[in-house]
């Protein structure tokens, strides 16, 4: 069974500073990695989905890489700011139609 | 949300009672699928539908009915509530085309208490 890993729980830094988020999963047969955002209270926003035949995915401040061999996918936000505070959830897609494993997230708190 | 609602937006039930949280798409997407989230936890899959009158269990079935007369909808029955039952509620679309580019799209959610 495909366990995904996020590290820390929780994480707080300064603005303006790189935000690094990593991800984990057991299995490296994954179809793609899916990057979330999370605010209290809120639904999941899609923030990046990484294809396994990806290595890494950008999308403005974002930028997120792939290394199944490792079973590692890491989030980085450049220049990080008081809006990027939230709970980052990272998921794998376990098989064909997408069934979601999900980690527990990081929250993160960027304060000013 | 890309399309997807949640309704209930709350609900507080009493152990024993039956209730049905609907969610609804208007994009004629395939795959349906419902999560539950509770603290310290990352989302578990209940049930989901790979098309209209086809549905499977996830990682956390017990508890919970499921069916898919229609494309749009995808409602989740719980057939007699239990205080495990309190949780976040949230419902997913996928997008068509390879499974490896597909995103997947979350409601806003349900919030429910079981006392």
């Known amino acids: 069974k495909q366990e995904v890993t996020q590290i820390p729980a929780a994480l707080s830094v300064p603005e303006g500073e790189n935000l690094v988020l990593n991800c984990s999963f057991t299995d490296s047969a994954i179809y793609n990695l899916q990057w979330f955002r999370q605010d209290p209270g809120k639904g999941l926003t899609s923030l990046l989905l990484?294809?396994?035949?990806?290595r890494e995915q950008t999308s403005g401040r974002l930028n997120a890489s792939l290394d199944k061999s490792s079973g590692r996918s890491t989030l980085y936000i450049a220049a990080s700011q008081p809006g990027d505070s939230a709970t980052y959830l990272c998921a794998a897609s376990t098989d064909s139609w997408g069934k979601l494993q999900f980690g527990a997230g990081t929250q993160v708190v960027v304060t000013p | 949300n890309a399309g997807v609602t949640q309704t209930p937006k709350f609900q507080v039930l009493k152990t024993g009672q039956s209730m049905t949280l609907q969610c609804a798409q208007d994009?004629?997407?395939?795959?349906m699928s419902w999560y539950r989230q509770d603290p310290g936890m990352g989302l578990r899959l209940i049930h989901y539908?790979?098309?209209?009158?086809?549905?499977d269990q996830g990682e956390v079935p017990n508890g919970y009915n499921v069916s898919r007369s229609t494309t749009e909808d995808f409602p989740l029955r719980l057939l007699s509530a239990a205080p495990s039952q309190t949780s976040v509620y949230f419902c997913a679309i996928r997008l068509h085309g390879l499974a490896e580019t597909n995103e997947q799209f979350f409601g806003p959610g349900t919030r429910l208490t079981v006392l």
């Open positions: 539908s790979v098309g209209a009158g086809i549905t």
């Open positions: 994009m004629n997407h395939e795959y």
């Open positions: 990484i294809q396994s035949s990806q």
